[in-house]
């Protein structure tokens, strides 16, 4: 029997970890929230999506949220339960998620001894030629419908954008 070798996903047919943030303990990263809010109902331990009458589920969310990750900014899923939703909902009411960065950290390793932080930067302003480049990042697809993309030119940036940010640094990147 021959196997042939296959790309890697990162650890699933569905992108794996790759595709979501995943933090471990005392880490923190920057996000920025875009897209839709896919809300659905999840079993701990058990593999995709359930009913809302599933003995033992859970109401969850994913979104994308933009990162930057080693200098260049991507999407990731974040996917968790309603406490984090709720904070994000409360943080919206003070200013716009979708064009602050919101600080996220994780304190804890275990089940029932971790807790995730969210705070508003509001101190650190993000300007509308980074916003256009945040909006122009191709969203995950969250809920196996495709997600609507926005124009791009050939160079990845949004029609009447400007000149693209210089590679010699990234002091300009929002994280």
């Known amino acids: 029997m021959k196997f042939t070798d296959r790309p890697k996903t990162g650890g699933s047919d569905h992108g794996g970890p790759t595709l979501y943030l995943r933090l471990k303990d005392g880490e923190a990263v920057n996000i920025i929230p875009r897209g839709e ?45 309603m406490t984090i ?7 919206n009411k003070v200013c716009d998620v979708t064009k602050t960065k ?12 971790t807790m995730y932080m969210l705070l508003p930067v509001v101190n650190e302003p993000i300007s509308p030629k980074v916003l256009a480049t945040i909006e122009a990042i191709p969203l995950n697809i969250l809920d196996g419908k495709k997600p609507q993309a926005k124009a791009i030119d050939q160079d990845g940036f949004p029609p009447d954008f400007g000149d693209p940010p210089s590679d010699e640094s990234s002091e300009n990147l929002p994280f």
Do not use: C, W
């Open 85 to 91: 939703y709720d904070q994000l909902a409360e943080i």
């Open 102 to 113: 919101i600080r996220m950290s994780r304190k804890g390793s275990g089940k029932s001894d």
């Open 37 to 81: 809010i896919h809300e659905f109902y999840s079993v701990f331990g058990a593999r995709g999506e359930v009913t809302a009458t599933t003995p033992g589920a859970k109401l969850r969310f994913k979104m994308n949220v933009v990162v930057n990750e080693a200098g260049t900014l991507k999407a990731k899923i974040l996917e968790f339960g």
